[in-house]
């Protein structure tokens, strides 16, 4: 059984920054892909990094602006975001997912960013 804690949320003006963390504690042979997702009041749930096999992608929304990263020895990936925007506001969460039919699909509950002017 995998846990997942996130931490780092939080309240900031445009322009601040803010890091997100996700640790998993557990097995985690197979897992090989991370990402991070949002999801605003009132919209869907959507993908803003993810990192796989060694390719990272970012929703263009978030490009140039995100950076996801992990810590292998920490078990820990991260979100770092720069020049944050009021509709980057949302409930952000990480995920880490292996063979899914294999119930290798792991959520956080989620982190609160709140971008206020």
């Known amino acids: 059984q995998v846990q997942v804690e996130e931490s780092g949320g939080g309240s900031v003006q445009p322009g601040g920054s803010l890091r997100l963390s996700c640790t998993a504690s557990g097995n985690l042979f197979g897992i090989e892909t991370m990402g991070w997702l949002r999801q605003a009041p009132g919209k869907e749930r959507e993908l803003v990094a993810i990192s796989s096999y060694g390719n990272i992608n970012y929703a263009e929304s978030v490009k140039g602006r995100f950076t996801i990263s992990r810590d292998n020895a920490k078990n820990t990936m991260y979100l770092q975001m720069n020049n944050l925007k009021p509709e980057d506001t949302a409930v952000y969460y990480c995920?880490?997912?292996?063979?899914?039919?294999?119930?290798?699909?792991?959520w956080g509950k989620g982190t609160l960013v709140n971008v206020f002017s």
């Open positions: 995920n880490w997912r292996g063979k899914v039919y294999l119930g290798q699909d792991y």
